[in-house]
């Protein structure tokens, strides 16, 4: 039979940097992925307004048969949908900044997902997405939930341990990301003509194969490029890409000659370069400075030029690479293609000497009742260990949200690779105590 069907899909996060990359992917994706339904939901309509009032015209003038609504109401966002793509920041760039510099005032990296920072978003957007996941659950059962919120890591382990049976899926860009540069490196159209396999945490993990579509070994030159340029690709490719991002790329040179046999996440780096990041680190800019002089201020710069002109003709908001992969993803669920992809999900099993109840990050089939894992075999005795260490980490963070335990939040800080020592962990933690003191549960 003819499947005619439409969906309706939410932007939960409606106010976020990335939200008209997604609308322009999903717009220009239509005749793979249908609509008949776009929402935003946000718990800041002011911010949201702002996207929404440019994508109000987008759509307007390239796709009016979809119905448009923003809201902050819960029951009207939710209700009637089949996707839920949940982009939110607990706290927004004021408390990143916090983050990244509390700790950078004591000497250990300050990053968004990594350390203690990582640790004090988590604490932040656990209840947050939970949250979502309720909503769905209470006004669209039968929706999926597609996950990128940051720390991916912390949000998923939170989510698989809380709301096991739930229908959410935790996935990130940054593997996508280094896979379109590893294509270009290798002279390939887009990351869809490899094949790889990958095993790890989220932002720490390692591809151990990776082939073209006819089975030949793409790791000897990628590994020869890489060894020199890190994924620095430079050129047009590179055109636009902001200082930081240049100086993470082209670290993974380093990254990498740590283990020759694979080549690794880009942000291995805090854990195995802590040093040299701090050295590299200015605690009175930090990246979410540059954030919001550079992507936050272009996006909302061009949603107001698009509202003041009343049109949306001539935008450079484009369908972009990081969103392509929420969209296939979704495809994938709609119409149960099983595409490989990477998703952030329980062991129980697919890398084999390690705990099955870590969450870790692995290739899936995806088809209509979600991600089916790929067995990825043993991880070698250096990211066994990595691993481990990593994933005590991310799992002492979730106990000490549900206990509001600060025994295991100082367990966490100080288990963490990059912080030297149980004291400086201490003198961190105190300090985001009072920072957070409006997102985290009272510490016992
Ligand atoms: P942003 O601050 O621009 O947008 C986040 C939005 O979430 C804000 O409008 C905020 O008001 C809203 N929000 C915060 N708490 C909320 C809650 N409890 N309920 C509803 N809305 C809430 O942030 P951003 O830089 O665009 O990033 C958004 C998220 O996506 C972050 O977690 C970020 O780490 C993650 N991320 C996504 C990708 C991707 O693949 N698209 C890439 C990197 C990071
Ligand atoms: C962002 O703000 O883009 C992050 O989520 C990742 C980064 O670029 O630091």
């Known amino acids: 039979a003819k499947d005619d069907r439409k969906f309706s899909v939410l932007i939960a996060g409606g106010g976020s940097t990335y939200t008209p990359g997604i609308v322009l992917t999903l717009l220009n994706g239509l005749d793979k992925f249908p609509l008949r339904k776009l929402k935003f939901y946000d718990n800041d309509g002011e911010r949201q307004k702002k996207i929404a009032d440019a994508t109000a015209i987008l759509i307007k003038e390239r796709a009016p048969e979809i119905e448009f609504e923003a809201t902050t109401d819960p029951k009207e966002a939710f209700t009637d949908v089949d996707f839920v793509m949940a982009q939110i920041r607990v706290g927004k760039y004021a408390m990143r900044s916090l983050d990244e510099k509390i700790p950078l005032k004591h000497g250990v990296v300050g990053q968004e997902t990594t350390g203690p920072g990582g640790i004090a978003y988590g604490l932040r957007s656990i209840p947050g997405v939970i949250e979502l996941v309720d909503y769905m659950e209470k006004y669209s059962p039968n929706a999926w939930m597609l996950n990128y919120s940051n720390p991916a890591a912390i949000v998923a382990e939170a989510t698989h341990r809380l709301r096991p049976n739930s229908k959410i899926i935790n996935i990130c860009d940054m593997p996508i990301d280094i896979m379109d540069r590893m294509a270009a490196i290798v002279g390939l159209k887009d990351r869809n003509d490899l094949v790889f396999r990958y095993y790890g945490l989220n932002h720490f993990g390692w591809w151990t194969e990776i ?30 890409t902001e200082a930081s991002w240049e100086s993470t790329f082209k670290k993974a ?40 002089a550079h992507r936050q201020k272009l996006v909302f710069g061009e949603c107001k030029r698009i ?65 089916e894992r790929l067995s990825m075999g043993k991880a070698a005795t250096y990211q066994k260990g990595m691993i481990t260490e990593q ?39 105190d300090e985001m105590i009072v920072a957070n003191k409006d997102f985290w549960p009272e510490l016992k």
């Not at 390690?354 to 290739?363: G, H, K, L």
């Not at 000490?400 to 030297?420: D, G, M, N, R």
Request: net charge negative; proline share 6%.
């Open 307 to 371: 509202v003041d002109n009343g049109t949306a003709k001539d935008t450079d908001f484009k369908p972009d690479e990081h969103s392509t992969y929420i969209v296939d993803l979704c495809t994938a669920i709609a119409y149960n293609t099983h595409q490989r992809m990477l998703a952030i999900i329980p062991n129980e099993g697919a890398i084999s000497n390690i705990d099955p109840t870590a969450t870790v990050e692995v290739p899936c089939l995806f088809g209509s009742n979600g991600p």
């Open 211 to 240: 082939t073209d579509k006819q089975g030949n070994d793409l790791m000897p030159q990628l590994k020869e490029y890489v060894s020199k340029n890190g994924y620095w690709v430079g050129g047009d490719y590179d055109k636009g």
């Open 391 to 429: 994933n005590s980490v991310e799992k002492l963070a979730v106990d000490a949200w549900v206990e509001h335990s600060y025994t295991k939040l100082w367990q966490a800080f100080s288990l963490c690779k990059i912080v030297p020592d149980a004291g400086i962990a201490k003198d961190i933690l």
């Open 253 to 292: 040179a380093d990254v990498y000659k740590l283990d020759p046999t694979t080549l690794p996440n880009t942000y291995l780096k805090y854990y195995m370069y802590p040093s040299w990041v701090v050295k590299h680190s200015d605690p009175n800019y930090t990246r979410t400075d540059e954030v919001e």
